[in-house]
């Protein structure tokens, strides 16, 4: 699992162009800094108070002052800034982050997203996450296709939603898919799986894209 979730993390990564600003969520998408390209300068945003974020901290380069929205010790790149989450949330509402990267328990034909709680189990809260989707003009949506074998791409979210139509991207260890007003288009498949095991994994109609490209996480 670990290795699927490296993947779909390296996959995102190719999604930015070099100077990109955009908000990393907790879990899968904070991975995704450390796949970044080298020759693309992106700064990457925690809604917590910096901007600059670099990759998850290990225990050589560790600073317990540095963390990340979801509690997980990250490094900061030397163009870092730090500010107070008045300011980082102002930088979100006002659109200038132009993407956020989060995971999801469901999402939608439509581009609804479910992803902060599940009813009668315990939860931290919602985060930044109703903000990011609300202020940013791109959710990119990182995740495995399943969970357990359930559909966690779905006609309609059963989940209380975190927000509406807000979804844009979705990648996952099968495919790469854009949500468009016609539903869910396949733009790239994972040369692991078919068409038939993509559909199969899907709770929804899907559309291919008459310019299918392979999936390419290298």
């Known amino acids: 699992m670990a290795d699927l979730k490296a993947r ?12 990109d600003f955009i908000n990393l969520g907790i879990g899968l998408p904070t991975m995704v800094a450390d796949y970044l390209p080298e020759d693309v300068v992106v700064t990457c945003h925690s809604e917590n108070g910096f901007a600059g974020i670099d990759e998850v901290a290990v225990e050589s380069n560790l600073d317990v002052d540095i963390i990340n929205s979801g509690g997980t010790y990250v490094t900061a790149l030397p163009r870092a800034k730090f500010f107070d989450t008045a300011e980082s949330f102002g930088l979100v509402r006002g659109g200038h982050v132009k993407a956020t990267v989060l995971g999801a328990m469901e999402v939608a034909e439509n581009g609804d997203l479910a992803n902060w709680i ?9 985060g930044g996450a109703m903000d990011l989707c609300a202020g940013c003009p791109e959710t990119i949506i990182v995740m495995l296709h399943t969970q357990k074998g359930n559909h966690k791409i779905k006609e309609k979210c059963a989940l209380p939603l975190t927000a509406e139509k807000c979804v844009t991207t979705i990648i996952t260890e099968m495919a790469v898919m854009k949500v468009t007003d016609d539903g869910i288009v ?12 993509v559909h199969e994994a899907t709770g929804c109609k899907l559309t291919w894209s008459d310019k299918l490209k392979v999936y390419d996480e290298n």
Do not use: Q, S, W
């Not at 779909?8 to 100077?19: L, M, S, T």
């Not at 599940?118 to 919602?126: D, L, W």
């Not at 396949?186 to 095991?197: C, G, I, K, Q, S």
């Open 186 to 197: 396949v733009v790239e498949l994972h040369p692991d799986y078919t068409r038939a095991e």
């Open 118 to 126: 599940v009813p009668g189990k315990k939860v931290a809260g919602m």
């Open 8 to 19: 779909i993390a390296k996959r995102c990564a190719k999604e930015f162009n070099d100077g």
